[in-house]
Structure formats: C-alpha cells, structure tokens
C-alpha cells in the first residue's frame, strides 16, 4: 500500500495536468460549436434580410416589364392586324417608358452568395432578362441607316421570361421570409400571342 501511494504521489501531478488539459479542450470545443451555432444564425438572418430585400425590389421591377412587354404586344398586334400603328416606339415612347434601375440588386450583389444556389441563379437569370429588356427596348426605334429591324420578341421574351421564370424563386422566398401576401401571377397573354406569331413566321421563311 505505501509503495502504490508513493506511486501515486508521482503521477499526481501529471494526472492534475492531463486533466486540467482534458477540461480546456472540452471547453474550447464548446465554445466553439457555440461560436458555429452564432455563425450560423447570423448568416441565416443575413440571408433573410438581403433575400426579402431583392424580393421586393424584384416584384416592383417585374410590373414594370410586364407593362412593358403588354404595350409593346398591343403595338405589334395593331401592327399585324392593320398593317401599321399610329403609336410608334420613338424617343418620346422610350422616355415615357423608362424602366427603372436596379439599385437593391447592385447593393448587395457582394452579399448574394449568402443565398441557396438556386436563388442565386433565379435572381440573377431575373436580372439578365430585365437589362435584355432595358436593352433592347430602343432597338425597336426604326432606324433607316441601319437596314434592318429588331424583331418585337427581342424585348418580348426576355420580358415574358423575367415575369413567369421568377415564380418559384419567389415562392420559396415568401416561405422563408413569412411573406403573407405572394407574388401575383401576372398575364401576358397578348405577349405570347405575337411571339408565337413570329416564331412561325420565322419558321415558314426557313
């Protein structure tokens, strides 16, 4: 029994230090899972805030295309139908249809990446489609110099694509953020007559 205390006494120190080791580990691990927890909710919060941000902004931006996209409709089937139109898109078309510029979106571009990849690709497929629109929309002022025409789906289809491609993006969204009043689906049906139109029209010259 003396030799096993005597024994003792030597590795006490050791067994102190082990354990002393053993206690800190465990508390640093722990802190760290708490660290990681904290992480977690603020990037959680992070990615609510800046997805109901691009939400709201995105609903508004995609009114304005399908507005767009149903004038522009209207003109082109008064077009086919009666061989011209007394409203054209010129200058005074496009400064009293100027669609607005994105600024949540540019915001917080550096921050998308918080968002589920596939939000990240439906906002940012969203977004294309919308500058197409902003794009092509002058292109449809006739031009003689030019020599050609811009088709009436080169602002159409971008515009029908940003409306209806956003859907289920949005729908995920208002779920995540509790958004009690959803996204309206919006019609266009004028805008996918006069694409169907042209398609075949450029189906049968080919």
């Known amino acids: 029994m003396l030799s096993l205390y005597e024994e003792l006494k030597i590795w006490q120190g050791a067994i102190s230090s082990l354990l002393g080791f053993l206690a800190l580990m465990v508390a640093a691990l722990w802190n760290f899972h708490l660290n990681r927890k904290r992480d977690a909710a603020l990037r959680s919060d992070e990615a609510l805030s800046v997805a109901a941000a691009l939400y709201g902004e995105i609903m508004l931006l995609r009114k304005e295309a399908a507005q767009i996209a149903t004038t522009v409709a209207k003109m082109a089937m008064r077009e086919t139908r009666y061989g011209s139109s007394s409203y054209k898109i010129d ?3 496009l400064e009293a249809n100027k669609l607005s510029e994105p600024m949540f979106y540019k ?13 990240v690709i439906a906002i940012t497929e969203f977004h294309r489609n919308f500058q197409e629109v902003k794009i092509s929309l002058p292109l449809l002022v006739e ?10 789906s080169s602002v159409l289809i971008p515009a029908r694509d940003a409306v209806k491609n956003i859907i289920p993006a949005s729908r995920k969204i208002e779920q995540l953020t509790s958004i009690s009043t959803p ?3 919006l019609e266009l049906r004028e805008v996918e007559e006069v694409i169907e139109f042209e398609q075949i029209q450029y189906d049968n010259r080919g």
Do not use: C, E
């Open 143 to 152: 031009n003689s110099d030019r020599g050609y025409d811009y088709s009436w």
């Open 91 to 93: 200058s005074h078309f």
């Open 107 to 119: 915001t917080l571009a550096p921050q998308i990446g918080v968002l589920s990849p596939d939000l």
């Open 183 to 185: 996204m309206k689906d």
